[in-house]
């Protein structure tokens, strides 16, 4: 059975860190492109930030370049995305997703995990 499990989330202060963590089990994901996603209440959910297997193509969303870092540890099984300087308004359910191209829309995922909540107080 194909799993991600994401991690990390939780209540963080404006300005913080938070580290997110996405575990993949049942198979490897080599080759894949491994994305974050997140959703806010009564919003769509939106892509994030995506990387390559091989690492050469890496993704951001506007909102976030700068702050975010997404990374992964192929040996592991893992990607990360590591959110620096948060707002409130980063506040969302994340979750990571894998696709066998590299896309920013959802509908190229064939796998996702349940997602882990993210709350950025003011």
């Known amino acids: 059975q194909v799993q991600l499990l994401e991690s990390g989330g939780g209540l963080v202060q404006a300005g913080g860190s938070l580290r997110l963590s996405c575990a993949a089990s049942?198979?490897?994901?080599?080759?894949?492109?491994m994305g974050w996603f997140r959703q806010a209440p009564e919003k769509e959910r939106e892509f994030v930030a995506g990387r390559s297997w091989s690492g050469t193509r890496t993704y951001y969303a506007d909102s976030v370049k700068g702050r975010f870092t997404i990374s992964r540890d192929n040996a592991k099984n893992t990607v990360y995305l590591q959110m620096n300087s948060l707002k409130p308004e980063d506040t969302a359910v994340y979750y990571c997703a894998a696709s066998k191209i590299y896309a920013r829309d959802l509908r190229s995922y064939d796998y996702w995990g349940q997602g882990t909540q993210v709350t950025v107080s003011s």
């Open positions: 049942g198979r490897t994901f080599s080759g894949y492109f």
